[in-house]
């Protein structure tokens, strides 16, 4: 049974360029690597982020078996021999105009542990931030939790991070540590974003790893950042406040385990 290990979440700001999104992933994926991070998280559609409203066809919508995306995730997994969550990458969808919004798990050797397609789209109208992610992306329907050689792991996406019941099927599925890589927008994430990770962190008794996207992508996408790193108490262990960077954290599974033996609100559950 693993008894801890070193985690770190990647903060960066993607742009509708890719080859500059990979070149920054690749950069702070081997900053992370070089302090001794076990498992690295990328944030949400870390390659790029078009306008608001882009109706033309994607890019980097591939089916996953030939995904571009995917396939540096596995080499970059590869070269720096740790397990990375690769935020989440754009897969050919159910027709041209819909892709899903997928997370990946990779390990240390490049191969696919789990992928996750978001199942919450962020159709939303507020001051400062107007979105219809349902234009151009279509909702998964399945729960996954992947059993790794770092415990057993928890996907979601970004918005998916308002749905409590989504972190209780994680944790009914064995989930020790919740993944939410995200692009929140200013306006939410400066209200909720923390206030929302710690609550999934405490209520599920598990770590959360949450990288994000921070900054001014384009003239209609700007994302909060702070991405951080909660333990099962709810306490934040590591954070990125600003600009892009990255911040690492030991995950103590002893401390997780001791908490839900001490405070057992899992299995007091009756509803």
């Known amino acids: ?112 542990l789990a992928s996750y397609r978001k199942i919450h789209l962020f159709d939303v109208d507020l001051p400062g931030a107007s979105l219809r992610e349902s234009r151009g992306v279509a909702p998964g329907e399945k729960v996954v939790a992947a059993a790794t050689r770092l415990g057993r792991i928890g996907l979601s996406v970004c918005y998916d991070l308002r749905f409590p019941e989504l972190y209780r099927a994680l944790v009914d599925q064995g989930a020790e540590i919740l993944l939410v890589p995200s692009a929140f927008t200013v306006p939410t994430g400066s209200a909720h974003w923390e206030i929302l990770l710690r609550a999934r962190a405490i209520e599920s008794q598990a770590f959360v790893v949450a990288a994000g996207q921070w900054g001014a992508h384009n003239r209609s996408r700007r994302s909060w950042g702070h991405s951080m790193i909660v333990d099962p108490w709810g306490t934040i262990l590591a954070q990125v406040p600003d600009g892009e960077g990255i911040a690492l954290a030991e995950l103590d599974f002893a401390q997780l385990r001791d908490a839900r033996e001490r405070l057992p609100s899992l299995r007091h559950r009756r509803l």
């Open 1 to 112: 049974m693993l008894a801890a290990m070193i985690a770190a979440v990647v903060q960066m700001t993607s742009t509708a360029d890719a080859q500059h999104g990979f070149e920054r992933a690749a950069h702070w994926i081997a900053q992370a690597a070089g302090r001794g991070a076990e498992l690295i998280a990328l944030p949400e559609t870390f390659p790029l982020i078009r306008e608001e409203g882009d109706a033309s066809p994607h890019p980097l919508a591939e089916p996953l078996e030939s995904s571009r995306a995917l396939e540096f995730v596995r080499e970059q997994a590869r070269r720096h021999r740790v397990m990375l969550a690769g935020g989440s990458i754009p897969e050919r969808g159910p027709d041209p105009q819909h892709i899903y919004n997928t997370a990946v798990l990779v390990d240390a050797d490049g191969s696919l």
